[in-house]
């Protein structure tokens, strides 16, 4: 089974700090995505790399960016925390070309005091 | 561009009533469709998808037909559970748009009562 793991469940970070989000993939998948989710609003594309070091901007990209190392790894950062940055952090892979499912890791909920 | 549109929640229902929670999308190219669940307190995990017309994803009881001249994409359950309570998510994929990533609706919440 493909497993996509992210470092906290939970996290509580002051207003202008910076903040690492962690998410690593087990089964080599080319593709992963950073997405935010709201109530009333979904799921919204952050950043998403589709290689090393490769990286393109979604649908919301402001007030974040995104560092992909290595293959397995994809890290969201908010250089600095904004309350209206408060929210579920949902990092997600899938391989290939074609229109694969995306596979998800459990969450990140985020609180910016 | 993309879009997919959800029927707004909460449906609340009683066990083993019918369950269909609407969906419809807009694309430019030929999208593959899904269904994501959220369970409380995780991740989403895929419920079911389907890749061209006519095709009908299914999965744990519920069921899917991609109808490409009403662009939509429905959920049906014939008889829910109290386990089935959860977060519906419909999605589209549509590489032939050069978008690598899912587009989702707003999702909508099931509550399924004993």
């Known amino acids: 089974d493909v497993k996509v793991t992210q470092s906290s469940r939970y996290l509580v970070k002051r207003t202008g700090e910076k903040v690492f989000l962690e998410c690593v993939q087990d089964?080599?998948?080319?593709?992963m995505f950073w997405y935010r989710q709201d109530p009333g609003l979904g799921l919204r594309l952050i950043y998403f790399s589709y290689d090393v070091k490769m990286k393109e901007k979604g649908d919301i990209p402001e007030g974040y960016s995104v560092s992909r190392e290595k293959k397995e790894r994809f890290s969201l950062i908010l250089e600095s925390a904004s309350t209206n940055q408060t929210s579920m952090y949902l990092c997600a892979s899938t391989p290939g070309l074609s229109n694969n499912e995306q596979f998800f890791g459990p969450g990140t909920r985020l609180t910016v005091l | 561009g993309n879009s997919v549109t959800q029927m707004e929640g909460p449906v609340t229902l009683s066990e083993e009533a019918f369950l269909t929670i609407n969906c419809t999308y807009t694309a430019t190219g030929y999208p593959s469709l899904f269904w994501y669940v959220q369970y409380p307190g995780e991740g989403l995990q895929l419920l079911l998808k389907a890749t061209k017309a006519d095709d009908k994803g299914s999965n744990k009881g519920f069921e899917a037909t991609y109808r490409k001249e009403t662009t939509s994409f429905h959920l049906e359950k014939g008889s829910v559970q109290v386990s089935d309570s959860a977060v519906y998510f419909c999605?589209?994929?549509?590489?032939?748009?050069?978008?690598?990533?899912?587009?989702f609706g707003s999702g909508t919440r099931l509550q399924v009562q004993p």
């Open positions: 089964m080599d998948h080319e593709n």
């Open positions: 999605a589209l994929s549509d590489r032939g748009a050069g978008r690598r990533a899912l587009t």
